[in-house]
């Protein structure tokens, strides 16, 4: 059983660039989460997504951010029109479709975004 | 002042010794997570824990739900348990599994 897949794992933009970043969860996972680490800063909670819906945008920058989880493929975070600020290491963790609340998140290796 | 405060943020150890982390919150929560984060970057889910205590091979994590305080214990480390390690609690039963973290503990264990 693969882990949570991140790709890609290092992506470069220019100021003004859109970012796309993938995570595809574990097998039989269907709630994922996208958390931010800016450097030298703890993780911080941005986006938590069941199939085809999100549920908790709550800690997403209000613009240029946004989150899918479709039915078929991967979770994709995207960034439009990307600044130096949103250099970071982005990374997704995926749980089982049980009780929420009640599972361990299990995390991918990241997308470290650098914005030139 | 942060939900999570984890104590202390740096920690120098020789191998060997016994370690401690501590880790307290403010808030109602259903679970707590103690993660480890390589210097590479990526993170590992160590323990999940919501009462009492559990242990996995030379750690140890323990809580009180009481006292909203946990703890993570390394026993006889190594340089290799060198890393970031990071307490993260999740609030609301149903509302979300959002974690809420702790700025972590740079942990580096010297030969």
């Known amino acids: 059983n693969a882990g949570v897949m991140q790709n890609p794992r290092h992506l470069v933009r220019r100021r003004g660039q859109e970012a796309r970043l993938r995570c595809s969860p574990m097998k039989g996972h269907s709630h994922v989460y996208w958390y931010r680490q800016l450097p030298e800063e703890g993780l911080k909670f941005m986006v938590y997504l069941q199939k085809e819906n999100i549920i908790d945008e709550s800690g997403m920058p209000k613009e240029r951010f946004s989150a899918e989880f479709p039915k078929e493929g991967p979770s994709i975070l995207r960034i439009q029109q990307v600044v130096r600020g949103d250099s970071a290491a982005y990374f997704c963790?995926?749980?089982?479709?049980?009780?929420?609340?009640?599972?361990?998140?299990?995390f991918g290796p990241g997308t470290r975004l650098t914005v030139l | 002042k942060n939900e999570v405060e984890q104590s202390p943020q740096n920690l120098t150890a020789q191998e060997g010794e016994f370690i401690t982390i501590n880790c307290s919150y403010s808030v109602g929560i259903s679970a707590l997570h103690w993660l480890q984060q390589h210097p590479g970057g990526g993170i590992v889910s160590l323990f999940m824990?919501?009462?009492g205590k559990k242990k996995h091979g030379r750690l140890i994590a323990t809580i009180n739900i009481q006292e909203k305080h946990s703890s993570l214990h390394i026993t006889a480390s190594h340089p290799r348990d060198s890393a970031v390690y990071i307490c993260?609690?999740?609030?609301?039963?149903?509302?979300?599994?959002?974690?809420?973290f702790g700025e972590g503990t740079q942990l580096t264990v010297n030969p």
């Open positions: 993260a609690v999740r609030s609301g039963e149903t509302s979300g599994s959002r974690l809420t």
């Open positions: 824990l919501s009462s």
């Open positions: 963790a995926s749980s089982p479709p049980s009780l929420a609340g009640k599972d361990t998140q299990y």
